[in-house]
């Protein structure tokens, strides 16, 4: 159990040091390239969840993000030995959702600064971005043992 919790402190600390670094060096609406035309930093702040929405609903996600982070806490406990991969995958979850969690109790606003240029993307942080893979891998992992209960039911059957 141990393991994932590294993972989950790694991520947030990754996360809060370029938020930190954010805040620090770019002003607010600021923008830097770094590939032209394909990424570039642009400091923002984020008052609502993913793509803007839920503006200024700061105490519905405190609390929902609270119970999420708990029943993920919880499950991971659950599953940690037989599952590794899912493990791994609600690790990453928890760890960007945690990062995203402090920045709301202590700011009243999360950091963005990642924007890719060639898409309408909104603009992301290191927390989105870890959560999302850990999304992937969740799915993954179930769409994986999925396929395998479907094919042990079919040996089943025959």
């Not at 659950?78 to 928890?94: D, T």
Request: net charge positive; charged share 15%; proline share 1%.
């Amino acid at each position: 159990m141990f393991r994932y919790f590294l993972v989950v402190i790694g991520v947030t600390i990754a996360d809060h040091i370029v938020k930190w670094l954010i805040s620090m060096y770019m002003t607010i609406g600021q923008q830097i390239t770094v590939i032209p035309g394909v990424f570039g930093l642009t400091s923002i702040r984020n008052r609502g969840a993913a793509f803007g929405m839920l503006q200024g609903q700061r105490v519905f996600f405190i609390i929902a993000t609270s119970i999420v982070l708990i029943g993920i806490i919880l499950y991971l406990y659950k599953i940690h030995r037989e599952k590794k991969l899912l493990s791994y995958g609600f690790a990453l979850i928890l760890g960007g959702a945690l990062g995203n969690f402090i920045d709301r109790i202590y700011k009243g606003e999360v950091v963005d600064m990642f924007q890719v240029y060639f898409i309408d993307f909104p603009i992301f942080n290191v927390a989105d971005s870890v959560l999302c893979i850990g999304v992937a891998i969740v799915l993954i992992d179930t769409w994986r043992d999925s396929r395998a209960d479907r094919a042990a039911n079919k040996l089943l059957e025959q």
